[in-house]
């Protein structure tokens, strides 16, 4: 870790063997879950499904645990980098229900909500995304029936509202990069 503080060593551990230099842990101590699917699998499912240019999808295996719904967790960091403020924001929604406070038939569950905005020429837009993308997708019409449909008309209504907008900076943008997580 150059330039960084190394990690301490926690209380009841040795300082050598097991831990590399750096304060990392072997890698082989790590479990890691992979998916993995067949060019035919992908090309079955885009047919079946009618998924467009730049979708991916992978079909579960039949073989889980029908009754296994998964718990979401996340963690983010924000670095400032070389400007002198921060203008990027971040989202992390673990519990879909809980954050939204309903239970209803109309949001699938388990179900979370991420989402990156790297603000550019000032904070606005960022932060308007971050507050209101999620409300956007879960208001429009489209919701939850196509998905797909609702968050790009959700992205498009968010941009028609920082420009209509007298209150927020009209020199700040922001890139976007979401995921919305339903189900399995």
């Keep these: ?4 503080v190394e990690p301490e060593t926690p209380p009841g551990s ?7 230099v750096g304060g990392k842990p072997p890698r082989h101590h790590l479990t890691s879950i992979r998916h993995c699917a ?17 979708t991916l999808s992978l079909i579960s295996p039949t073989d889980i645990r029908p009754g296994f719904l998964p718990v979401f967790r996340s963690g983010s960091c924000a670095d400032i980098g070389t400007k002198s403020y921060m203008e990027d924001e971040h989202v992390c929604v ?7 406070g309903v239970r209803t038939p109309v949001i699938p569950a388990p179900g979370a909500f991420y989402g990156v905005f790297d603000g550019h020429g000032g904070t606005d837009a960022a932060c308007f995304v971050r507050k209101n993308l999620l409300r956007f997708i879960i208001e429009d ?12 008309s959700a992205f498009v209504r968010a941009d028609h509202a920082i420009a209509d907008s007298h209150s927020l900076d009209r020199n700040s943008g922001t890139t976007a990069l979401t995921a919305l997580i339903f189900g399995r």
């Design 1 to 4: 870790m150059s330039g960084g």
């Design 14 to 20: 040795s300082s050598g063997g097991s831990t590399p």
């Design 38 to 54: 067949s060019s035919a699998r992908i090309a079955a499912a885009t047919a079946e499904f009618d998924l467009g240019a730049g």
């Design 94 to 100: 673990d519990n879909l229900i809980e954050h939204l």
């Design 141 to 152: 019409g489209h919701f939850p029936s196509s998905i797909e449909k609702a968050i790009r």
